[in-house]
């Protein structure tokens, strides 16, 4: 015997696959316009030259520290009858990233503002008085899930989510 041979449990499985695929792939009303996809969204920024600079000024050198670090990215505490949330970890290995976003509570993430890096200071990530809070107060009790999400100035991004006991802190 030379060739293939369908044997009849083959073709009987063709046949209703055939079938349900003509059941299924009735030609649309006239005038029917097919969903899109849904489309990626356009950032409002152009990637960065990724060239190590030494001074954790890029994606290509802050991203290997936030992987490690992942678990640090956000921490909950529970302060004068409040949940503090902070991003102070995030802010430390700013220069990489052109925005952090925060959602709680299964919420889209949002912007969170970062402060500007410093490229005229000898440590550009640090931190300054004038560069505000890395925290928000919430109602007590009121942080169940956090989920962040990085842009990195190469337009890469990377997501996690916390639960509070993960992300809390004494």
Known sequence: MTGWHRGP????????VA????AQGED??????PDAAPAEEV???????????????????VRPTLDATR???IAVREFNGQD????????????????????????DPEPWPLPDCHEDRATPNLILDGDGLPYRAFPPGSVQTLTVELIYDDLTRDRATFDRQGALIP
């Open 84 to 107: 503090l949330v902070y991003v102070t970890h995030l802010w430390s290995w700013r220069c990489g990233l052109f925005e952090i976003r925060v959602g709680l509570n299964g919420a």
């Open 71 to 73: 678990t640090s990215w």
């Open 28 to 33: 649309p009303p006239p005038g029917h316009v």
């Open 19 to 22: 079938g349900a695929a003509g």
């Open 9 to 16: 449990a083959i073709g009987a499985l063709m046949a209703v």
């Open 43 to 61: 950032l409002p920024y152009e990637a960065e030259q990724q060239v190590p600079t030494g001074r954790f000024t890029t994606a290509l050198e």
